[in-house]
């Protein structure tokens, strides 16, 4: 009789990648995504402070953003987001305050990033972002501060809660789902080879 623990482990696998897939379908369903993209700050709506209007930059183009840390500032988490990113796109950003003070230089190669920084007293921060992609882009700046006295990481409600940890389940699942595929094959061929094997 031919063992049957190889197919079990390919369906369970097929079963979590299906799950995955139903997960994404029905968050990306919630929150109005598209196919041309989706913009972070619609998805996690209420989580940041401050949001630069979506900004165009032709290749070699600066675009300029700021903040203003309040004295009660004591860490702001900023990110950047290409909405319209394809792979090889990427953008430079320079921080510097209104005395010429150098923060830090990012370049970023990837759909969005996220950073924190400690902030000085009452300072204004400058965010300069050059366009390092040989085709135009669409950016838009995401600022928070004192994100460490936020609710926004153990808040059930709140929208990162809703969005992006339901995503990384998906993912995690999508991930064990195709393993659990692939084990179930070699599963079976090797139980195949072993009955062959037994008639030889």
């Known amino acids: 009789m031919i063992k049957k623990r ?3 482990v390919a369906i369970g696998g097929v079963v979590m990648i299906v799950v995955a897939f139903a ?3 029905s968050i990306m369903t919630d929150q109005g995504f598209d196919r041309d993209g989706f913009s972070l700050p619609d998805v996690l709506e209420g989580m940041f402070d401050q949001v630069s209007d979506e900004t165009q930059l032709a290749p070699g183009e600066t675009a300029y953003f700021s903040f203003d840390a309040s004295a009660d500032t004591k860490m702001l988490f900023w990110g950047v987001q290409i909405l319209d990113y394809q792979s090889g796109d990427s953008v430079l950003v320079s ?3 209104i005395y010429g003070d150098d923060f830090g230089q990012f370049t970023v190669d990837q759909p969005a990033f996220f950073e924190t920084m400690e902030t000085e007293n009452d300072n204004s921060y ?3 972002v050059e366009n390092r992609a040989g085709r135009t882009i ?3 700046m995401m600022f928070t ?3 460490q ?3 926004m990481f153990s808040d059930p409600n709140s929208p990162l809660s809703k969005t992006l ?3 990384a389940i998906s993912g995690a699942l999508l991930i064990i789902g195709v393993i659990a595929v692939i084990a179930g094959i070699v599963i079976i061929i090797i139980d195949y080879k072993k009955r062959r094997s037994e008639f030889v």
């Open 6 to 8: 190889g197919i079990y």
């Open 23 to 25: 997960i994404t379908t």
């Open 95 to 97: 921080i510097s305050n």
């Open 126 to 128: 400058n965010f300069n």
């Open 138 to 140: 669409t950016v838009v």
């Open 145 to 147: 501060k004192n994100p």
């Open 149 to 151: 006295d936020s609710n």
């Open 165 to 167: 940890v339901p995503l």
